[in-house]
Structure formats: C-alpha cells, structure tokens
C-alpha cells in the first residue's frame, strides 16, 4: 500500500479558513512527486467536509465528537492522534496558523514525533524528502529533514502555496466520518466566546498606498516625516509590530501576520527589516518600495524598488519631490 | 530565554553550510523578553520568585545576568555549546529535567525565537510536563481555580481561556512594557543565584534530533529588484519618477 499523505485542513468556529487550500496544494504538489496518496480531514466540523471535497483527494475524514467544539488544544491533540493510531500517515500537513501552533507541537510530542515548523516549500530529490523553511527572521534558509520514525508532521507558512492552484477532482472525494472518544478530565482549558477588539477603527485593506515604518524609524517623533510622506502621497500610515509594541503607533496600524493583510498598488517601507510575521501581511503589494541601511535586510528579497540607505536622508527629499510632482 | 544573534547582525555560514559562525553579536530574543517582563509584573502583583531559565554556551549567561539585573531572583544555565543545536524537543526535555525538582506555578516563554522560529519549545515542554498551556497570550489574571488569559488569534481577534495551574504560557510581544535594568538592579544581579547545569545532568531524557538541517544557505531571490542608487536628493527624483509613470500612483 502506497505511503499516505494527511493534510488537516482548518475550521474555526465551524468554518472553513480559507488557508487550508494552500496547504492542499502543497499537498498534491509532494503527492505528485511522491506518488503517495493524498487524503484530507476535519477536526469537528463535518460540514466543511464537502467543500474539501471536491478538490483532487483520495478520500476526506470528519473526525468528530461533541468535545472538539468550541476548539482547545487538549481535544484537537487527543482526537488527531487517536484517528492516527487507526489511520496511520506518513506525512501529516497543516497551515502554519495561530490555531496550529496551539496544537501541532503538543500533538507530534504525544507520539514521539517532531513538526517542521512554517515551511516555504520542498524538495524531493533521490528519494528523500527536505522542508524549505526560513530562518533567522528570513535571513536564511534551511532545508530540513525528518530523522524520525512516521508519522512526519509539517506546517506551511501562509502564502508559500497557491489556494487557487488547488486542483479539483474529476468526482467529489468519498467522505468518511471517523467518531473519536475523548475521555473526561482531557480537556483541561474552557475558552470563551472569540471577540474582535473594538478599537478596530482604521482599514488599511482598502488603502492603495501604505507608508509603512519599522524599527528603523528610531524614536516616537520621527513618524511624523513617514506621516508627511503619507499625506504627500495621499496614502495610509502604517508599521510593523514592533512600532505598535512600543505605543508608536495604534495596534490597528499593524501589517502582519497579527495585524492587517493588504495588498495596496505601493507600499513603501521605511526602516522595516522584513520580518517573516510582518512581510506575510503585505507581500501581496503590487509594488514595493524598501527603505534600509542594511543592505541585507529580507525585506529587499522582495521589494520592487530598493533604496540601501537611511531614511532619514532619503525621507525629505522624497516628500517634496512629492509634492512637486503633485503640483 | 534565550540568546539569539542580533536583529541586523550579518550572519555568516560555517564551512559545513549547516549553521552560522559563532562570531556574531548576540541579544535577548525579543519575545522572551516580554516573557520575563511580564513574570516580573505577575511577581509584583502576586507575590513569589522569578526564576530564568536558558541553555546555551558560556554567552548565554548575559541573558540571565541581564534578566536578573532587571528583577529575576535567581537564574538557571544548561551550558554546553552543544545546546545550540538541540531542535526544539531535546530543548524542551533538556528544561524539563533541568526544572524536576522545583515546584513552579507557571512557565513563561517567548512566542517563537528570532533564530530557528520553531514557535513550539514552550508547547512541547507543557505537554513533556503534563500541563496545559496556551499560546500568543496577551494578558494573564489571576482567578479562584487558577488563570484567566488572553490568547491572540488571528486577523485581530481574541478569546479569554481559563485554565488551572501549573500551566505553560507563550508570550506575544507587546503584551507589556519593556523595564530597563536599573544601576542597582546591575550591583544586585550580581550576588544573585545562578545554577549551572552541565549536559551531563540532563543527558539521560535527550535522544537524536528528530529533525536535521541538512543545509543552510541565504535564500535564492525570486523577485526582480531594482536597485535606486545615487545622492538622496537623485535618489528622491528617481522614486518619483517610478511612482508616476511605472506605479501610476501619483
């Protein structure tokens, strides 16, 4: 029988999260490579077994019980791990999401396995098969292996894959509901209804230019010239997390991974290293324009414009010759 | 805690092409920092001890003498050069053996480090323990059967958990306030505890790495970018230029 590939897609709160395509795409990415099969499964939530469905699987698990629901780490844990006990896997992928993290680690450490955690991409050469994940901020790259037994536990970083590439099959998938006992004193954690913080006041989804400062900007008073710039261009002020840390700016200013996605047609990035959990917020961009005095900052692997200086030099000039062009 | 290379650190590789040279600057990884801080303002509320804990060579040790001049009250060092490349499951057993005999309430460790980004030693050292834990916590009260926190999801939403002590906690950053190390806190630091703890003592509970970097390398670029190069005042003629003909935004 060929080696098995699991992908957990997730659901919160009954829904489908949109990410999990991704990680379906990767899957059938390494299945074709791999010649493995390829199957998918949802943790508490049948409903959003059918929209699984219908992309290229060999088959879809509803793995259920009424303890998974509202999630915790300690049911999502146990239910996963006893659906592999009778649903052995070689490899197990997920999306590298909040939720993930919660569980994924707890999880592989109950079997004695390990995760490779927020990869980019793979490899399969000769045989073997190697995880792309960035290190050191994106600084560098590794190509990691697994050197332990299967099951093998993966989890992609939120864009490596492409949701819409995810291939359709010629039939819907067969789905199987798979029931999991979770016993009583497991769950150890009572979670509270999810709420969005109402200070949420400021949209950037929509802005179609975004200034954007990080550390580089150095002291509180110094956003104003990005603020000017801002204004010249007509556009947004926004920061990466550290800046919203420190009070600079509101925590609604905030691009990344815990902030806003946004896609404007520039953003300018103004003393902004790039860090993995900022860039995943605004690598969307249709054009970017980076700031830096480090030469090496991550920031420039994916800018469309890159100004190795300080912005402090560059800022003023940029704001009037702005506003000449603005007339 | 741990010591990670400095955020604009140039990194350089080894010659086997699996780790950088050790000849870096070094600092606190952020989040940790958030981590201790917040164990202190629970301290002051509560009442009790802060105890730091890292692994790492000789080097390690400025973090723990960094966090116990900020008000920790005594510190623990797994010191060997060989923890550098422990994955995040040998870490976490390393800390679970280093910490049996002590009786704490609650573990605090940085979301994710700034060097491997694993995002699981504090998940995996609970579940080692048999505790709970929650990740990317924002705020942590006290209630009558143990904590209430805040745990950060996605997108700008959030969700309370209660959940019994003992348990493990991952700190977001900006979860508080940064203190600065004060002069006194610097002499104090000094007659401060701080237990070294030798591989030997944890090496039973360690095993093989369960994952292996088999190469490190700096990452191939797969965008196109161009260079604006010149004095400032060019430099700002040239973005203006690509804003209004080639981005049309102006």
């Known amino acids: ?327 | 805690m741990k010591q990670v290379p400095q955020k604009d650190a140039p990194l350089k590789l080894n010659e086997s092409g699996t780790w950088i040279r050790e000849d870096v600057s070094y600092e606190v990884n952020e989040p940790d920092a958030y981590a201790l801080e917040e164990a202190l303002r629970q301290r002051e509320k509560h009442k009790g001890e802060v105890v730091v804990i890292t692994s790492g060579p000789a080097r390690a040790q400025q973090v723990l003498r960094e966090a116990l001049a900020k008000g920790a009250d005594r510190a623990i060092h797994l010191e060997d050069d060989k923890f550098v490349g422990f994955d995040a499951f040998n870490t976490a057993k390393a800390f679970a053996t280093a910490i049996k005999d002590e009786q704490f309430d609650l573990i605090f460790t940085g979301l994710q480090s700034d060097d491997y980004g694993y995002a699981q030693t504090g998940v995996i050292l609970a579940e080692l323990l048999g505790w709970p834990h929650a990740t990317i916590i924002m705020q942590i009260e006290k209630n009558d059967s143990g904590i209430r926190v805040k745990r950060e999801l996605e997108a700008g939403y959030f969700q309370f958990v209660d959940m019994p002590t003992p348990a493990v906690l991952t700190i977001q950053s900006g979860i508080n306030k940064l203190r600065y190390a004060t002069l006194i806190g610097i002499k104090q630091a000094k007659n401060k505890p701080l237990r070294k703890v030798p591989l030997a003592e944890v090496q039973a509970a360690i095993g093989e790495n369960l994952q292996k970097i088999e190469k490190l390398y700096i990452p191939q670029k797969t965008k196109k970018t161009e260079r604006i190069e010149g004095a400032p005042a060019e430099i700002a003629k040239k973005l203006v230029d690509k804003m209004k003909n080639e981005l049309r935004v102006l």
């Open chain 1, 1 to 327: 029988m060929a080696d098995t590939i699991l992908i957990v897609v997730e659901q919160r709160e009954g829904k489908l999260n949109r990410v999990s395509f991704e990680t379906i795409t990767a899957g059938q990415a390494i299945a074709a490579a791999t010649g493995w099969t390829l199957e998918a499964a949802v943790v508490g939530a049948a409903s959003v077994a059918p929209e699984i469905a219908s992309k290229k699987l060999a088959k879809v698990y509803a793995i259920e019980s009424r303890k998974l629901a509202p999630y915790t780490p300690d049911a999502f844990a146990a239910a996963l791990k006893q659906f592999l006990a009778s649903h052995p896997a070689k490899l197990v992928l997920m999306p590298h999401t909040y939720q993930v993290r919660d569980f994924v680690p707890k999880l592989a450490t109950s079997m004695g396995r390990t995760v490779i955690s927020d990869c980019i991409g793979f490899k399969h050469e000769s045989g073997k098969l190697v995880f792309t994940r960035q290190m050191f901020q994106g600084k560098l790259a590794a190509d990691v292996s697994f050197t332990s037994e299967a099951p093998w536990f993966s989890t992609f970083q939120n864009g490596a894959f492409r949701g819409d590439k995810a291939e359709d099959g010629a039939s819907a998938a067969p789905v199987e509901t798979v029931n999991v006992e979770i016993a009583d004193g497991v769950i150890r954690n009572k979670p509270q209804e999810v709420f969005k913080e109402a200070k949420q006041a400021v949209d950037l989804t929509q802005a179609e230019v975004i200034v954007a400062v990080g550390r580089g900007i150095k002291e509180q008073k110094n956003i104003e010239i990005a603020k000017q710039l801002a204004d010249a261009l007509g556009g947004d002020l926004a920061a990466s997390r550290p800046i919203c840390d420190s009070g600079w700016l509101p925590m609604d200013r905030q691009i990344g991974s815990s902030g806003q996605t946004v896609a404007p047609k520039l953003y300018l990035a103004l003393g902004i290293s790039g860090a993995i959990q900022h860039i995943v917020g605004m690598k969307g961009s249709r054009a970017i324009i980076a700031v830096n005095k480090d030469s090496e900052a991550p920031i420039f692997e994916i800018a469309d414009y890159a100004v190795v200086g300080n912005l402090f030099d560059i800022v003023p000039p940029l704001i009037e010759e702005v506003k000449k062009a603005k007339g």
